[in-house]
């Protein structure tokens, strides 16, 4: 189970529009996760693969997971433990394959804010993320309905369903 709020994650900065071959490249999907993840974002952050370490989080522009509807774009950041993904907005297929894989998205207006590198903590108000800056500042997400942080805390759609399966 994954718990609902995570502290002193590291950013990754990226610009907006990044899609879904820049996070899994065609090139590499006859292959499995691992393999993937070192070529995850190496068009956009050669420095990526090497260097992200488990509950850093990705702090992206506008647009995030645009493309195709490939899965393991969203997988592939599961697979190198990123605790979260923060951006302004996000493609419709990409958010909902994140979530039905346990990835959290946090919706924030105010990511352009977060600078490479800094630390950050979430906590949540409710159903609502609140994301909080090294200097103490809160910037505030989007609200996320209780069945998709449940997916999220279940590691994903398929381990939820598992989970509420009668014996």
């Known amino acids: 189970m994954m ?21 899994a490249p065609g090139a590499y999907m006859k292959h499995g996760l691992e393999v993937i993840g070192w070529h995850c ?20 522009g506008a ?56 630390r950050l903590g979430m906590l949540l108000d409710g159903d609502t993320p609140v994301l909080v800056r090294a200097n103490g500042q809160r910037l505030a997400c989007a609200p996320i309905p209780e069945f998709l942080m449940d997916m999220v805390d279940a590691g994903g759609l398929l381990p939820l369903l598992k989970q509420r399966k009668p014996a």
Do not use: M
């Open 63 to 118: 647009n995030f997971g645009i493309g195709s509807s490939r899965e393991q774009a969203a997988g592939v950041l599961k697979h190198l433990g990123l605790a979260a993904v923060i951006a302004p907005s996000y493609s419709g297929l990409y958010f909902r394959n994140a979530f039905n894989l346990g990835l959290l998205l946090l919706t924030c207006l105010d990511a352009d804010k977060i600078q490479e590198g800094e």
């Open 41 to 60: 974002l190496e068009a956009v952050r050669s420095d990526f693969a090497s260097g992200v370490r488990e509950g850093d989080v990705i702090v992206a």
């Open 3 to 23: 718990q609902r709020a995570f502290h002193n994650a590291r950013a990754w900065r990226l610009g907006a529009d990044v899609d879904t071959d820049a996070l």
